[in-house]
C-alpha cells in the first residue's frame, strides 16, 4: 500500500507520544545501524514504524543532546538518499524512490513540528531568565534547524516531477514541504539566525522556480502576514532573491498583486504589508523600475499601505539616480514619483503627509545622488515651510527634518558653508552693480526680466531690494533696451559670463536663506512654546543646526530657547527636553574642535561661556543660572563613573581658572562682567569656587576708585555665595571684615547713577548674609545716610532729590532685609529646639516645662518686634523716617522729583510688608495713591506691593481685592502685565480667591496686546490644575461677561462685552471642565436660565450649550445610547435651540419658556468629527452609555463621556439649582 503523505500529515500530532513499549536505546541504535547503512530502508515497515515512535518520544526527551541525535540521524540518512536518487539510473523502479522521500519528508515534518516547539521554549526562558540565556541551547537548535533547511533544499533540486511522475502528486508534495516551511517561518525564533534565514530564502526559490509553486508560495506568504510582524523583511527578501538570483519575475508580481487585491486590511496587517513594501524598494534597488506599476495599485489603498508606498518611491528614486546615465535615461519616472510624493504632502492622513517628507529627506540626503536639486530646493523648503502649521506634531516634525536635511546638504560653499544673509546680500549686491555697469544697462535688464518672472521667489528678497541702500541697484536702467532681433546675453565673453553666473548663485543663496530664515522665525514664535513636547525638542535640533551654520535668525531661537531648561517632565519617547537643551548647548558652545591644543579647548570653552552672558536681560540670567547649575549637576554624576574632564570639556578646574583669569586680566568691560558673572552662577552649586578667592573679588570687583555698577553688582552675589548653603557646626567663616568695609563704601555712595540701585540692593543682601551683626551695620549705614542727607555740613556738590532717593531706597530695603532677618532667626531657633528636643530625655523635658522657652513665646517675641518696635519703637531708626516717607508720597508737587517720588513709594510699599498695624493704618493711602499716581512705574511697584502685602497679611487685603483686579484694566499695558502677573500668583498659590473676578480675568483672553493674551492663557491652564477651580466659577464668570447686556443709557465703561469675543473666550475655556459630571450639571443650569433670559442673553446661553452638548455628542453612536434618558434630554435642549434660531422674537423682551416638542434632530445634523491631532488610524470611542455615576474626582475608574447624575426630565428649578452647586463644593 502506497504511503499516503497528504493523509499522513494531516493527522500528525505534536500531542502524539510513543507506544507503551518503546525504549529509546533500542529503537536509536536499530534504525540508525539501517538507515546509514542504507537510507532506503526507510522502506522497511518495521524501521518506518521505530523512526516515527522516535520522533512521537522527542517531546519527552530532556536531555538536548539525545534530541540532537535523533534529529541528524534522520536529516543525514535523507540527505544520503537524496545524493543517491541522483546517481540512480534512468530505468530504476520510481515507485520506490517516490515512497522513500514521502516517508523522509514525513520524518522531517514532524520533526520540524517539535523543533518549532523548543524554539518557543527557549523564548520564554530567554524571557524569564534575562541574563542567563542558554546559548548553547539555542547553537544546537539552530544547528538541527539548519541541517533540516539545507536536507530539503537539497530536495528540491532533485527533477521531482520525474520522480513522482504525476502533476497532481508533486503539487501535494510540495504543499507539504510549504506547510513545514510555513510552520518554521511562524515562530519568531526561527529565523533569527542569518545562515538559516537564507537558507529559508532558497527554499522558497527552488519551490516556486524549479516546481511551478508561484501560486502555492504566494498564497503561504500572503497567509502569513496578518499575524507575523517578523516575516516582513524576510518576505521582501525571498521576492528579491527570487527575482536578481532565480529571474523568478512573476513570483514578485504575484505577490505584489495579491497584496494589492486583499480587502478589509486590519491595521496590523497594513503595517506588515507597508514593511515588505519598503523593505522591497530597498532591495531591489535599480530592478524597482521593472515593478512601479505594482507599486502604483498601493497608492488608493489604506492610509498605512499608502504612507509605505510613498517610502517606496523615495527609495526608488534614490536607486535611479546613483549615475548620471540611470537619471538620463529615467528621467521621466523619476520627475513622476517625486511629483507623486509631493501631491501627497496634501494627503487626508497625518501618516501619509509625514511618510512624504521622510521620503523627500531621504532623497535629498543622498550623496550619491546624480540629481540636480536646485529645482527642488525651493519648493520642498517652500512646502516644509507651510507644514510647520500642520495640525499634526509628527508631520511637523518630518517637515522639520526636511528643513534639518536641505540645510546640511546646500550647495552654497562661498562662506566656509556658512549661510549668512549680510556675507551672501552684500556680495550678491555687489555683483549685480558690476553687471549694471556693463554694456550700459542692456545684459542686467535682460537678466532681471528673466527673474522677475517667478513672483514666488522674487518676493522673499523684494523687501530687501528696495531698501534705501540698496534701491539704486536692483532699478532696472531706463532706455537700456536690446534690439528685438537681438538676444544679450549671446555670445558673452567669459569673464562676464562667470560674473552672471556669480551673481545669479549668489541671489538663490539669499533667496534659500531667506525662506529659511522665515522657518527660523516661525519655530521661534510656535514650536519652542508649544505643550507638545516633540515640537519642542524638534525646534531645539533645528536651532542647533541652525547656529552650526551661521544663520543669523537661528540665533533668535538659541536665546529664546534657553528658557526651556525650566521645564518639567518628559515626552512620549522619554528623551527629556531639559537634557536635549543642554545637549544642544554642550554642542554650540562647549565642544572645542578635536585638533586643538588642550589649552586652546579651555579658552574656546571659557570664551564662550562668557559670551553667553551678552546682550541678556535678566530672565536669560536667571535661566543661564538654571542651566549652569544642570550642567555642573551633570559633570558630577559623570564623575561617579568615568567622566574625564579634559575629553568631555563642560567646566572643568582649568575653565575656571580661565574665568578668573578674564575677570582680572580683561581687556573690556563686557569680559569681565560676563567672567563674574558665570562665576557667581558656577558659585551657586560649588562654593569654593569662590571661597578662596575673596580677596580677588574685593580688589577686582568692588574697587571703589575704578568701580563699575554691573561688575560690582554680580560680584555681591558671588561674594555672598562663598557661604555654603548648609552651615555645618564646624564650618570656618573667612574674614569678612574687608568685604564689609566694601559694602558700606558703596552703600554710602552719593551718585545720580540709576545702576547704584540694583547695586545696593545686592549689596545689602550680601551684607545680610555674611556679616553677623547685619542689623548693627546696617543702622550705621542709615545713620551715616541720613547724616549726609540732613546734615549742616553737607556736600552743597550732592543733589539734595538724589541723595534722599538714596537713602529712602535704603530705608525701605533695610526694613525688609530685616524682617528677613527676624524670620530667619525665628527658623534657626525652632530648627535647633528640634534638634536639641530629639536628644533629650524625660527629666530633662520636665525641667524645661517649668522654666523653658516655647516656640509660641519667641514668636510672638518676633511678632511683637515687627509689629510695634520696628515702626512704632523708640529706639528703631526706621520709625524716626516713617512721617517724611509718608509726607512725601502726600504731597506729590511739593516733591515733585520723578525718582524721589518712585523710590518713596518703594519704601511705603516695603514697610506696609512689615507691621499689620502699619498696613491696616496705611491702606487707604496706599490703594488711593495706587489709584490715582500718574507714573506707570509707581503704579506697577504699588500693584506688585500689594501682591507682597497680600502674601504677608490675607485678611487685611481681602476685603480689597477689588482694588487689585481693577488695574487690570489700567491704561498702561505695562501695569496691566504686572498686575495680571500678580495675580497669577496669588491665585495659584492660594492668597486670594478668584470669586467674582474670573470673568475680568477672561476677557484678557482676547486683549489685543499679544503678551497680555499669552500670560491670561497660562493663568487658565494653570487654574485648570487646581480641583474645579474653572468649573466652580464658571457660571459666575458668564454672569460677568454678560454684563449689561441690554442696559439702557449705558456709558462707556458699561459697554457689554462682543459676541464674537465671548464665543473665542468660550471656546478657550469650556475644554478645560472636562468632568463629564460637571459638563452636565453646567447643562441643566444653563438650560434654567434660558427660562428667564433676553434675546442677547438667549444667544450667548445657546451657543454655551452646544459647546457643551457638541463635546458630549448628543446625537446617537449606539442605539442604546440615544433611548438613555440623558441623549433624549439633550436633544430635546438641541430642538430648543433651533427653534429659538427659526423664530422672530422681539429683541429685548423677555423670552418664554419653549415648549418641548417631539424630537427631530436627525443624526448626520450634529454628527461630532474628530479632532485628535496625532494617530488619523484611531476611531473615536464607542460612545458609553448615560448611566448613574456618582462622582468622586473620577478616583481612577473608567468614566464615559456622558458621565454624571441622571435626573428627571422636568425643568430643574432654582432650589435644585442650589443643591447642586452645594454638590459640587462638596
Known amino acids: ?587 554650540m558652545f562647549l565642544t572645542p574642535f578635536s585638533g586643538e591644543t588642550e589649552r586652546n579647548k579651555t579658552i574656546y570653552v571659557a570664551s564662550s561661556l562668557i559670551k553667553l552672558t551678552f546682550n541678556c536681560n535678566m530672565a536669560d540670567l536667571i535661566s543661564l543660572e538654571k542651566m549652569i547649575s544642570e550642567l555642573v549637576k551633570g559633570k558630577r554624576e559623570k564623575e561617579k563613573y568615568d567622566y574625564n574632564g579634559a575629553v568631555e570639556h563642560y567646566i572643568t578646574p582649568q575653565v575656571v581658572s580661565a574665568l578668573w583669569s578674564s575677570f582680572v586680566n580683561y581687556k573690556h568691560f563686557k569680559e569681565r562682567r560676563g567672567a563674574i558673572i558665570i562665576l557667581s552662577m558656577l558659585a551657586a552649586s560649588d562654593y569654593r569656587i569662590v571661597h578662596d578667592k575673596i580677596d580677588v573679588l574685593l580688589k577686582y570687583g568692588l574697587d571703589t576708585k575704578n568701580l563699575n555698577y554691573e561688575v560690582a553688582t554680580y560680584t555681591c552675589i558671588a561674594l555672598r555665595r562663598s557661604l555654603p548653603r548648609k552651615i555645618e557646626d564646624d564650618f570656618v567663616y573667612p574674614n569678612f571684615a574687608k568685604a564689609i568695609s566694601k559694602c558700606k563704601e558703596i552703600l554710602l555712595t552719593n551718585t545720580i547713577d540709576g545702576e547704584w540701585y540694583n547695586l545696593a540692593e545686592e549689596t545689602l543682601t550680601t551684607l545680610y548674609d555674611i556679616d553677623i551683626d547685619a542689623d548693627q551695620t546696617s543702622t550705621l549705614i542709615l545713620k551715616q545716610k541720613a547724616v549726609d542727607v540732613f546734615g549742616s555740613a553737607t556736600d552743597q556738590t550732592i543733589d539734595k532729590s538724589v541723595a534722599l532717593s538714596q537713602f529712602l531706597f535704603l530705608l525701605g530695603h533695610v526694613g525688609l532685609k530685616t524682617i528677613i532677618y527676624l524670620e530667619k532667626c525665628e527658623a534657626d531657633f525652632k530648627r535647633k529646639k528640634q534638634d536639641h528636643e530629639n536628644k533629650k530625655n524625660e527629666q530633662d523635658i520636665e525641667l524645661e516645662m517649668i522654666g523653658g522657652t516655647n516656640e509660641d513665646e519667641f514668636s510672638d517675641a518676633i511678632q511683637n518686634i515687627k509689629d510695634k518696635e520696628l515702626l512704632y519703637g523708640p529706639n528703631s531708626i526706621l520709625a524716626k523716617f516713617v512721617p517724611l516717607v509718608v509726607e512725601i508720597i502726600q504731597k506729590p508737587k511739593v516733591y515733585s522729583h520723578t525718582m524721589l517720588k518712585r523710590q518713596a513709594t518703594l519704601c511705603f510699599a516695603k514697610f506696609m510688608c512689615i507691621s499689620p498695624r502699619f498696613c491696616e493704618a496705611h491702606l487707604g493711602l496706599y490703594l488711593n495713591l495706587m489709584k490715582k499716581s500718574t507714573d506707570p512705574i509707581v503704579r506697577s511697584n504699588l500693584v506688585l506691593g500689594l501682591g507682597d502685602i497680600a502674601v504677608c497679611f490675607t485678611n487685611i487685603i481681602d476685603e480689597n481685592r477689588n482694588a487689585l483686579y481693577s488695574e487690570l484694566h489700567d491704561k498702561e499695558i505695562s501695569v496691566q502685565r504686572t498686575c495680571l502677573m500678580t495675580v497669577t500668583f496669588l491665585i495659584l498659590a492660594g492668597q486670594i480667591k478668584v470669586k467674582g473676578q474670573l470673568s475680568q480675568l477672561a476677557k484678557l483672553l482676547v486683549h489685543e496686546d499679544e503678551g497680555l493674551r499669552q500670560m491670561a492663557k497660562m493663568f487658565f491652564q494653570e487654574l485648570a490644575t487646581k480641583d474645579n477651580a474653572i468649573y466652580n466659577g464658571f457660571i459666575e464668570m458668564l454672569s460677568g461677561l454678560n454684563q449689561y447686556i441690554d442696559k439702557p443709557g449705558m456709558t462707556d465703561e458699561e459697554q457689554p462685552f462682543p459676541l464674537a469675543k465671548f464665543k473665542e473666550v468660550i471656546r478657550f475655556v469650556l475644554p478645560f471642565i472636562s468632568k463629564d459630571r460637571q459638563r452636565n450639571l453646567l447643562i441643566k443650569k444653563l438650560d434654567v436660565r434660558l427660562k428667564t433670559c433676553t434675546k442677547m442673553e438667549y444667544q450667548r446661553y445657546a451657543f454655551c450649550l452646544r459647546e457643551l452638548i457638541k463635546r458630549e455628542d448628543g446625537v446617537n453612536r449606539k442605539e442604546k445610547d440615544s433611548e438613555s434618558e440623558k441623549a433624549k434630554y439633550y436633544k430635546e435642549i438641541l430642538k430648543k435651540l433651533d427653534e429659538f434660531e427659526e423664530s422672530n422674537s422681539a429683541s429685548g423682551e423677555l423670552l418664554k419658556p419653549v415648549t418641548r416638542g417631539p424630537k427631530r434632530v436627525s443624526v448626520d445634523d450634529r454628527k461630532q468629527h474628530s479632532e485628535g491631532e496625532e494617530n488619523d488610524a484611531k476611531e473615536v470611542e464607542d460612545w458609553l452609555s448615560g448611566s448613574e455615576i456618582t462622582d468622586g474626582a473620577n478616583n481612577g475608574e473608567v468614566r464615559g463621556p456622558l458621565d454624571g447624575q441622571i435626573r428627571e426630565q422636568s425643568s430643574p428649578d432654582v432650589a435644585s439649582d442650589v443643591e447642586m452647586i452645594d454638590q459640587d463644593l462638596e
Open 1 to 587: 500500500m502506497d504511503f499516503d503523505l497528504a493523509y499522513e500529515v494531516s493527522t500528525f500530532s505534536t500531542e502524539k507520544r510513543p507506544d507503551d513499549g518503546f525504549n529509546l536505546a533500542p529503537y536509536l541504535n536499530r534504525v540508525s545501524d539501517k538507515l546509514a547503512s542504507s537510507p532506503s530502508n526507510i522502506l522497511n515497515d518495521d524501521i518506518f514504524e521505530m523512526a516515527r515512535q522516535l520522533v512521537y518520544y522527542i517531546p519527552e526527551c530532556t536531555d538536548l543532546n539525545r534530541s540532537e541525535t535523533i534529529f541528524l540521524t534522520f536529516t543525514k540518512a535523507f540527505q544520503c538518499g537524496i545524493d543517491s536518487l541522483e546517481t540512480v539510473e534512468a530505468d530504476a523502479d520510481a515507485s520506490d524512490q517516490k515512497e522513500l522521500l514521502c516517508r523522509y519528508v514525513y520524518l522531517l515534518f514532524g520533526l520540524s513540528q517539535h523543533l518549532v516547539t523548543m524554539f518557543g521554549e527557549s523564548d520564554v526562558n530567554k524571557k524569564r531568565k534575562k541574563n542567563d540565556v542558554d546559548k548553547k541551547r539555542l547553537t544546537k537548535l539552530n544547528l538541527v534547524l539548519s541541517s533540516i533547511l539545507a536536507t530539503i533544499c537539497d530536495l528540491l533540486n532533485l527533477q521531482l516531477s520525474v520522480i513522482i511522475q504525476s502533476s497532481t502528486s508533486t503539487n501535494d508534495f510540495c504543499d507539504v514541504i510549504l506547510k513545514l516551511a510555513y510552520s518554521i517561518m511562524m515562530s519568531t525564533e526561527t529565523l533569527k539566525e542569518k545562515n538559516n534565514r537564507s537558507i529559508f530564502v532558497k527554499l522558497f526559490c527552488l519551490i516556486a522556480k524549479n516546481h511551478q509553486q508561484n501560486n502555492q508560495v504566494c498564497h503561504r506568504l500572503t497567509l502569513a502576514l496578518p499575524f507575523s510582524e517578523h516575516l516582513s523583511d524576510t518576505i521582501a527578501e525571498i521576492l528579491s532573491v527570487s527575482y536578481s538570483a532565480y529571474e523568478n519575475q512573476n513570483l514578485v508580481q504575484d505577490v505584489l498583486t495579491s497584496l494589492a487585491e486583499i480587502q478589509n486590511v486590519g491595521p496590523n496587517l497594513a503595517k506588515n504589508i507597508g514593511s515588505i513594501l519598503v523593505k522591497l524598494s530597498e532591495l531591489l534597488g535599480q530592478e524597482c523600475v521593472t515593478f512601479l506599476d505594482y507599486f502604483q495599485n498601493f497608492v488608493t489603498a489604506t492610509p498605512t499601505v499608502r504612507a509605505a508606498t510613498m517610502m517606496c518611491f523615495g527609495n526608488s528614486v534614490n536607486s535611479l539616480s546613483t549615475s548620471q546615465e540611470l537619471v538620463t535615461e529615467n528621467i521621466e519616472v523619476i520627475e513622476s514619483l517625486i511629483s507623486t510624493l509631493e501631491e501627497h504632502l496634501l494627503d487626508n492622513f497625518q501618516i501619509v503627509r509625514q511618510r512624504c517628507f521622510q521620503a523627500l529627506e531621504l532623497i535629498h540626503s543622498n550623496r550619491q545622488s546624480k540629481l540636480n536639486f536646485k529645482e527642488y530646493r525651493y519648493t520642498w523648503a517652500l512646502r516644509a515651510l507651510n507644514h510647520l502649521e500642520d495640525k499634526s506634531s509628527f508631520v511637523r516634525k518630518a517637515a522639520l527634518n526636511l528643513l534639518k536635511c536641505i540645510i546640511v546638504n546646500h550647495p552654497y560653499t562661498v562662506d566656509q558653508g556658512k549661510l549668512s544673509w549680510k556675507f551672501h546680500w552684500e556680495h550678491y549686491a555687489e555683483a549685480t552693480k558690476e553687471i549694471k555697469n556693463i554694456d550700459n544697462g542692456i545684459i542686467y535688464n535682460a537678466i532681471r526680466a528673466n527673474e522677475l518672472e517667478n513672483n514666488q521667489l522674487n518676493e522673499l528678497i523684494k523687501e530687501n531690494e528696495d531698501d534705501t541702500q540698496y534701491k539704486d541697484v536692483f532699478k532696472t536702467v531706463l532706455g537700456a533696451i536690446p534690439p528685438a532681433d537681438h538676444n544679450p546675453l549671446d555670445n558673452l565673453p567669459s569673464e562676464v559670463v562667470e560674473l552672471i553666473l556669480r551673481r545669479k548663485f549668489l541671489r538663490d543663496a539669499c533667496i534659500f536663506i531667506k525662506i529659511l530664515d522665515k522657518s527660523f522665525e516661525f519655530v521661534a514664535d510656535n514650536f519652542l512654546n508649544s505643550k507638545t513636547k516633540s515640537d519642542v525638542i524638534a525646534a531645539i535640533e533645528y536651532f542647533t543646526i541652525g547656529d552650526a551654520y551661521g544663520i543669523e535668525t537661528a540665533k533668535i531661537g538659541v536665546k529664546r530657547m534657553l528658557h526651556l531648561v525650566w521645564t518639567t517632565g518628559s515626552n512620549e519617547d522619554g528623551n527629556r527636553v531639559v537634557e536635549k537643551l543642554i545637549d544642544a548647548y554642550v554642542t
